[in-house]
């Protein structure tokens, strides 16, 4: 087999990772920036042809188009218009990371690649797959892609596993919040060892994620007649807000009882005028440069640094007078800069601090709205209007009504050559008269309750902490756990939700979190040979312990057992990846609770990607992988041979059909 990897430069490589409602898709992998560009997943059939296209297409009267009806000419008046804002009709191919419409979501594909490629035979992609895509699935992507975009090689890739491209830690639990659908998988030394997921769109529509906490602020705020995008925008407001968690009250969150932001205008509106007192000062009747007053005094020029012209001082005569007023302006200054800082510090403490949203009970949400109406647009058609006209229009007022009032006169007074021009003129104009679609920006303030707190679902965000830990404590090695349970990484557009990743942490450690002070619940886990506790506080040791007995001032044999992998018997433990073949009866570590649960730290050397947020680590993710699929040259053999694994080649597909897939990618199965 020719090995093709490693010939391609960084800007001839496709990444596209599909979601269910938008796909993010680049050429070139040379910069590691967010994606640049975020195409709606979504289809449109044509009813004519049965085939389908990128958007939405309807039919509108051509401009300049009569207003008769002609039997042979009737078609001719209409022309095909796409509108790339429009739903109607759209086919989602994608459905809680399941494929719904193979058809669709092929042409789909199509659509990206012939968007940002303008070659066929030397564009070699990297497609991000979804956990739950199925073996046949993937074999129909790849057939597809080969036989219908010539591409040279294409690499499939696991969504957790992009995401821990991305984010750089070797163990990790990746949780996938997506549209309808949440995914939990557990990645230990880059391999993926447990995964569990919740969604099922299709058929009894059991849907989770993001559209779970859309529906419920919906129907609480049906009776202000809410409609999904104005929902939808509540919830990508810094307005809703998942709210921490507390076990001790009925709702587990606190929420607001009184909103005393309002008592806050009355401070701000009287401090303006103690700010003026304080700037504003009596204007000095000196001159600029040292002239006379009024009351016939010099003045003394003052310099920048302070330093006092003494020339004119002295030729003043008045030497000690100018002194003693000085030092007396001076005493007043200092005296007025003492009241003001009093005053200022007044005015800040009777000033209350801005409530925040957490503890405001109503706050004003500001949507914003696209309207989008045909209007009709006179069109010129090049016909000359007559002068005559023209005149009357330029004498005419700027004002409606005047030139309603002037136009019968107008008319009296034209001459009977002109009239059937203007006649003519009229006519052509009123023709040529086209339809435009415009969109205007209608914004609307409406109040929100406690609402936009109470949306946050209890059983989600319960179904997704249970998911976490029984994705978790599902890994059949105990010793893999605690890494897991140390890096947990939230991803997805649905976890950009403001508080919603600090309330799933709080839940998991208030319910699950063990602490490793509480030892008697430990004692399942102890090894046989270890002495069994009696009720004086003594142990009866067993044949097979060697070790020493503990005293009253010795350590606690249970918290030991339970924190410690080892527990210094000889020849009953055995550490992870050991090669002695020696069975023992001792535990790697303590995995069957955790005892540290942590949230995995994010890179800071990102500068945009810091600024954007690390919710689409998996586009990342994809842009390192395609690197090292396709772009690092000059490797070793058994570097060479582990590329080649990473991605099919069109030599390798030609000789084993689509099946080879599964073993050439990076789908971690």
């Given at each position: 087999?020719?090995?093709?990897?490693?010939?391609?430069?960084?800007?001839?490589?496709?990444?596209?990772?599909?979601?269910?409602?938008?796909?993010?898709?680049?050429?070139?992998?040379?910069?590691?920036?967010?994606?640049?560009?975020?195409?709606?997943?979504?289809?449109?059939?044509?009813?004519?042809?049965?085939?389908?296209?990128?958007?939405?297409?309807?039919?509108?009267?051509?401009?300049?188009?009569?207003?008769?009806?002609?039997?042979?000419?009737?078609?001719?008046?209409?022309?095909?218009?796409?509108?790339?804002?429009?739903?109607?009709?759209?086919?989602?191919?994608?459905?809680?990371?399941?494929?719904?419409?193979?058809?669709?979501?092929?042409?789909?594909?199509?659509?990206?690649?012939?968007l940002?490629?303008?070659?066929?035979?030397?564009?070699?992609?990297?497609?991000?797959?979804?956990?739950?895509?199925?073996?046949?699935?993937?074999?129909?992507?790849?057939?597809?892609?080969?036989e219908?975009?010539?591409?040279?090689?294409?690499?499939?890739?696991n969504?957790?596993?992009?995401?821990?491209?991305?984010?750089?830690?070797?163990?990790?639990?990746?949780?996938?919040?997506?549209?309808?659908?949440?995914?939990?998988?557990?990645?230990?030394?880059?391999?993926?060892?447990?995964?569990?997921?919740?969604?099922?769109?299709?058929?009894?529509?059991?849907?989770?994620?993001?559209?779970?906490?859309?529906?419920?602020?919906?129907?609480?705020?049906?009776?202000?007649?809410?409609?999904?995008?104005?929902?939808?925008?509540?919830?990508?407001?810094?307005?809703?807000?998942?709210?921490?968690?507390?076990?001790?009250?009925?709702?587990?969150?606190?929420?607001?009882?009184?909103?005393?932001?309002?008592?806050?205008?009355?401070?701000?509106?009287?401090?303006?005028?103690?700010?003026?007192?304080?700037?504003?000062?009596?204007?000095?009747?000196?001159?600029?440069?040292?002239?006379?007053?009024?009351?016939?005094?010099?003045?003394?020029?003052?310099?920048?640094?302070?330093?006092?012209?003494?020339?004119?001082?002295?030729?003043?005569?008045?030497?000690?007078?100018?002194?003693?007023?000085?030092?007396?302006?001076?005493?007043?200054?200092?005296?007025?800069?003492?009241?003001?800082?009093?005053?200022?510090?007044?005015?800040?403490?009777?000033?209350?601090?801005?409530?925040?949203?957490?503890?405001?009970?109503?706050?004003?949400?500001?949507?914003?709205?696209?309207?989008?109406?045909?209007?009709?647009?006179p069109?010129?058609?090049?016909?000359?209007?007559?002068?005559?006209?023209?005149?009357t229009?330029?004498?005419?007022?700027?004002?409606?009504?005047?030139?309603?009032?002037?136009?019968?006169?107008?008319?009296?007074?034209?001459?009977?050559?002109?009239?059937?021009?203007n006649?003519?003129a009229?006519?052509?104009?009123?023709?040529?008269?086209?339809?435009?679609?415009?969109?205007?920006?209608?914004?609307?303030?409406?109040?929100?309750?406690?609402e936009?707190?109470?949306?946050?679902d209890?059983?989600?965000?319960?179904?997704?902490?249970?998911?976490?830990?029984?994705?978790?404590?599902?890994?059949?090695?105990?010793?893999?756990?605690?890494?897991?349970?140390?890096?947990?990484?939230?991803?997805?557009?649905?976890?950009?939700?403001?508080?919603?990743?600090?309330n799933?942490?709080?839940?998991?450690?208030?319910?699950?979190?063990?602490?490793?002070?509480?030892?008697?619940?430990?004692?399942?886990?102890?090894?046989?040979?270890?002495?069994?506790?009696?009720?004086?506080?003594?142990?009866?040791?067993?044949?097979?312990?060697?070790?020493?007995?503990?005293?009253?001032?010795?350590?606690?044999?249970?918290?030991?057992?339970?924190?410690?992998a080892?527990?210094?018997?000889?020849?009953?433990?055995?550490?992870?990846?050991?090669?002695?073949?020696?069975?023992?009866?001792?535990?790697?570590?303590?995995?069957?609770?955790?005892?540290?649960?942590?949230?995995a730290?994010?890179?800071?050397?990102?500068?945009?990607?810091?600024?954007?947020?690390?919710?689409?680590?998996?586009?990342?993710?994809?842009?390192?992988?395609?690197?090292?699929a396709?772009?690092?040259?000059?490797?070793?053999?058994?570097?060479?041979?582990?590329q080649?694994?990473?991605?099919?080649?069109?030599?390798?597909?030609?000789?084993?059909?689509?099946?080879?897939?599964?073993?050439?990618?990076?789908?971690?199965?």
């Open positions: 087999m020719a090995n093709q990897q490693g010939k391609w430069r960084e800007d001839q490589v496709l990444i596209i990772c599909p979601g269910s409602l938008t796909t993010m898709a680049q050429l070139g992998c040379s910069e590691l920036t967010p994606p640049a560009h975020r195409i709606p997943t979504r289809m449109f059939k044509d009813e004519e042809t049965d085939e389908y296209a990128p958007y939405h297409t309807y039919k509108r009267k051509k401009a300049g188009a009569s207003g008769s009806a002609d039997g042979e000419k009737n078609d001719d008046q209409w022309e095909y218009v796409e509108d790339r804002d429009s739903i109607e009709g759209a086919i989602y191919p994608l459905q809680g990371g399941r494929i719904v419409n193979m058809a669709a979501f092929l042409a789909f594909l199509d659509h990206v690649h012939s940002l490629t303008t070659t066929y035979h030397n564009t070699p992609i990297v497609l991000m797959a979804s956990p739950q895509w199925t073996r046949p699935d993937c074999e129909s992507i790849a057939r597809y892609i080969f219908k975009t010539k591409t040279p090689a294409l690499c499939l890739l969504s957790a596993v992009a995401a821990q491209y991305g984010l750089k830690w070797p163990t990790m639990t990746v949780v996938d919040i997506g549209f309808e659908k949440v995914d939990v998988t557990c990645i230990h030394d880059y391999n993926i060892v447990s995964h569990k997921m919740l969604g099922f769109p299709t058929p009894l529509r059991e849907i989770s994620g993001g559209e779970v906490f859309t529906q419920k602020l919906l129907s609480l705020l049906k009776d202000k007649k809410f409609t999904y995008d104005m929902a939808e925008q509540l919830k990508k407001s810094p307005l809703c807000e998942v709210l921490p968690y507390a076990p001790d009250s009925p709702e587990l969150m606190d929420l607001p009882t009184d909103d005393s932001a309002p008592a806050a205008t009355q401070p701000t509106s009287a401090a303006p005028p103690s700010d003026g007192a304080r700037v504003v000062e009596p204007p000095k009747p000196a001159t600029a440069f040292g002239g006379e007053t009024e009351n016939g005094d010099a003045e003394a020029k003052e310099t920048e640094e302070g330093v006092l012209d003494v020339a004119n001082i002295v030729t003043s005569g008045n030497t000690r007078e100018f002194l003693a007023k000085k030092e007396k302006e001076k005493a007043e200054k200092t005296k007025s800069k003492k009241q003001g800082k009093g005053q200022e510090a007044e005015s800040a403490a009777a000033k209350p601090a801005r409530l925040p949203n957490s503890k405001r009970k109503v706050n004003v949400f500001h949507y914003e709205e696209l309207v989008h109406e045909d209007v009709e647009v069109i010129s058609n090049g016909a000359p209007k007559s002068e005559p006209t023209t005149a229009d330029a004498a005419a007022p700027t004002g409606d009504a005047p030139a309603v009032e002037s136009a019968p006169g107008n008319q009296e007074a034209k001459p009977e050559g002109t009239g059937d021009a006649g003519e009229q006519e052509s104009t009123t023709n040529a008269i086209g339809t435009a679609r415009r969109t205007k920006r209608v914004r609307r303030d409406i109040e929100v309750a406690l936009r707190f109470l949306f946050a209890r059983d989600e965000i319960n179904r997704i902490t249970d998911t976490i830990y029984h994705a978790i404590q599902s890994i059949d090695e105990s010793y893999k756990r605690p890494g897991c349970w140390d890096n947990i990484v939230f991803v997805g557009n649905g976890s950009r939700l403001r508080g919603l990743k600090d799933i942490m709080q839940t998991l450690i208030a319910r699950h979190l063990i602490s490793p002070s509480t030892a008697t619940i430990f004692t399942s886990e102890l090894p046989s040979n270890m002495a069994t506790p009696s009720g004086t506080g003594s142990q009866t040791p067993t044949g097979s312990f060697t070790g020493q007995l503990p005293t009253t001032s010795s350590v606690n044999p249970l918290l030991q057992a339970a924190t410690t080892s527990l210094g018997i000889p020849g009953t433990t055995q550490a992870p990846g050991s090669t002695s073949g020696e069975i023992g009866t001792g535990h790697h570590s303590h995995g069957q609770t955790p005892m540290s649960i942590k949230q730290p994010l890179p800071t050397y990102l500068a945009e990607w810091t600024k954007n947020g690390f919710e689409e680590a998996m586009f990342l993710g994809s842009l390192v992988a395609a690197r090292l396709y772009c690092i040259h000059n490797l070793d053999v058994q570097t060479t041979e582990s080649r694994m990473m991605s099919l080649n069109r030599v390798d597909y030609n000789e084993h059909g689509p099946k080879l897939i599964h073993s050439h990618s990076m789908l971690g199965s």
